[in-house]
């Protein structure tokens, strides 16, 4: 059990415990704003399915489970982030669009194998969030409204998302195939997802460092 924590893989793991703690010491001031808020309980689940995955894997189960689950809520909040961010004209619309999607995942996640991932779903929701996370850079640009981009949260936030989804979606595209790899290739490759993993982490740290209640933007 001991070997299991000291892994480097888990070790990397717990960066999510970095925008955790940092966020906490400005939760009174980015609470009250809704973007915010979603980009932290993005963060508390991830961790928490970072705890039920360990404590799966510990009682010997396979914890692919965990990491689908995950994954359909991960659409759901990254999906309504984007939606509070982008500001289109019929909000109700598409959050309710998001809601079906959702449902629909969650219909696919139950009748999916919980022995692999769901590779197809992952592939999707990774497309849609880099074309949305270009989407809103293009519309910073074009409305130019914000003076300094490197102390806006959303800024950082969707740089994290951007900055995850790109660097690896191939690695989760083809995740169920390179469980038939040799243990060191396979080995390389979790390790590359934990680093990005790690970076995305950071990025979404300084985002909500970035959170000061008289900050201009």
């Given at each position: 059990m001991l070997g299991y924590f000291l892994n480097v893989y888990f070790i990397l793991s717990l960066a999510v415990l970095i925008p955790l703690f940092i966020g906490i010491t400005e939760i009174k001031i980015f609470w009250r704003i809704k973007e915010f808020r979603l980009i932290y309980n993005y963060i508390i689940i991830d961790a928490l399915s970072l705890i039920i995955g360990t404590l799966v894997a510990l009682l010997g189960h396979h914890n692919i489970i965990v990491g689908n689950t995950f994954s359909i809520v991960e659409f759901l909040i990254i999906s309504l982030f984007f939606i509070e961010i982008l500001r289109p004209k019929k909000k109700k619309t598409y959050q309710i669009m998001v809601c079906l999607l959702t449902l629909g995942l969650c219909?696919?996640?139950?009748?999916?194998?919980?022995?692999?991932?769901?590779?197809?779903?992952?592939?999707?929701?990774?497309?849609?969030?880099?074309?949305?996370?270009?989407?809103?850079?293009?519309?910073?640009?074009?409305?130019?409204?914000?003076?300094?981009?490197?102390?806006?949260?959303?800024?950082?936030?969707?740089?994290?998302?951007?900055?995850?989804?790109?660097?690896?979606?191939?690695?989760?595209?083809?995740?169920?195939?390179?469980?038939?790899?040799?243990?060191?290739?396979?080995?390389?490759?979790?390790?590359?997802?934990?680093?990005?993993?790690?970076?995305?982490?950071?990025?979404?740290?300084?985002?909500?460092?970035?959170?000061?209640?008289?900050?201009?933007?």
């Open positions: 219909i696919r996640g139950l009748s999916h194998a919980n022995t692999s991932f769901d590779n197809f779903s992952i592939t999707i929701k990774s497309i849609i969030f880099i074309f949305l996370s270009i989407t809103y850079f293009s519309k910073l640009m074009r409305e130019q409204i914000i003076d300094n981009l490197f102390a806006y949260p959303n800024f950082w936030f969707n740089t994290g998302i951007l900055v995850y989804f790109s660097s690896s979606i191939i690695i989760m595209a083809f995740s169920n195939y390179f469980f038939n790899l040799s243990l060191e290739a396979q080995k390389i490759l979790w390790l590359i997802h934990s680093f990005i993993n790690l970076i995305c982490y950071i990025i979404f740290a300084i985002g909500f460092y970035k959170c000061k209640l008289k900050q201009k933007y």
